[in-house]
């Protein structure tokens, strides 16, 4: 169940009560007049099945509640109450298989933010990645792996292309491109400091890795990986399950491949350095291709099963 708590302008009210009374799967209104001060207007708070919320959140945005008003929205986890119970058997479809358009697109826009956080942790994965490359040692790389924050960007472009949103992919794709190109900037320093105090040798990264070798050996697994994670995060960012992000996150080579070009670079190993980009690449291509398929299957899927209600 999703609770909503609304400030609607005195005349707009009772449309929004209609609205919220004719959508199937809605409970526990409450209206309370005249009591919201910033902006003026009264507040009305409901309660509404996961499946039936992107319908009452597009009805309100169609009012105008949006801009004139406010619309917050948060998940109950827990409601001991009988009508909860009928209004979520009552609402057409399951809830985990509900897309809330409007939560997704809010979700990836912060997500998808070029910020000094969002900077710092890609920088760090990726230093982390650098030292497991050298040291051929796979836990670093998984704790790589599960730091970098680059999941976010690729679920904005794929959020973008399909809500047809060409600032959220702009954003995306800068977050994505400038994150990428400092991050690799940065571990090319750390590399060379690294050497200059003896911690990493060219040796280290040109001898036989069986732990990290296929970081710089993209083949069609890399890309049949990708595509299943992208389909996996997708599917978790949509079903708010969001534990299930941390698996996407230590399946896909994204960050281990950009530290294993910078390192390589770094030393003039174009070879290793032209492997490792190209893994990057097919990883983050798969994940988008993915991602958006996921998505519009969803859609297709969802639209679907409301026109047979």
């Known amino acids: 169940m999703l609770h909503l708590r609304l400030i609607t302008p005195s005349d707009r009210t009772d449309q929004v009560v209609r609205l919220i009374e004719k959508t199937v799967g809605t409970t526990h209104l409450v209206v309370l007049p005249g009591t919201a001060r910033d902006p003026a207007g009264d507040v009305v708070m409901c309660d509404v099945a996961r499946e039936a ?18 619309i917050a929205v948060e998940s109950i986890d827990l409601s001991l109450s009988e009508r909860a119970d009928k209004a979520e058997a009552d609402a057409p479809g399951e809830g985990a298989d509900a897309v809330l ?9 912060e997500e998808s933010t070029l910020s000094v956080t969002y900077l710092a942790f890609l920088m760090l994965a990726t230093m982390i990645a650098a030292c497991g490359v050298v040291l ?4 670093l790389i998984v704790g790589a792996m ?29 977050a994505l491109l400038v994150g990428f190109a400092a991050a690799m900037a940065i571990t090319v320093v750390f590399s060379l400091f690294m050497d200059a105090v003896g911690l990493f040798t060219e040796a280290q990264l040109e001898a036989d890795r069986p732990n990290t070798g296929f970081i710089y050996a993209p083949d069609w697994f890399s890309f049949v990986v990708a595509v299943l994670a992208g389909i996996a995060g997708t599917l978790s960012l949509t079903s708010a ?9 230590i399946s896909v ?30 990883n983050l291509l798969g994940i988008i291709v993915a991602g958006t398929a996921t998505l519009l299957a969803q859609k297709w899927l969802w639209t679907r099963q409301r026109r047979r209600v």
Not at 136 to 139: C, F, G, H, P, V
Not at 242 to 248: F, R, T
């Open 241 to 249: 399950k969001s534990g299930a992000l941390v698996g996407v996150a």
């Open 146 to 174: 599960a730091v970098g924050p680059e999941f976010g960007p690729l679920a904005g472009i794929c959020t973008a292309i399909v809500q047809r949103g060409p600032r959220l992919a702009l954003r995306s794709l800068i």
């Open 136 to 139: 051929d040692n796979a836990i």
């Open 101 to 109: 358009w409007e939560h997704l697109s809010d979700a990836t826009h």
């Open 253 to 282: 080579t994204t960050v281990p491949a950009a530290a294993n070009a910078a390192v390589a670079l770094s030393y003039g190993d174009m070879s290793q350095t032209w492997g490792s980009t190209q893994q990057l690449l097919l």
């Open 53 to 70: 919320g992107d319908e009452l959140l597009a009805g309100l945005r169609e009012l105008g509640i949006d801009t004139t008003g406010s």
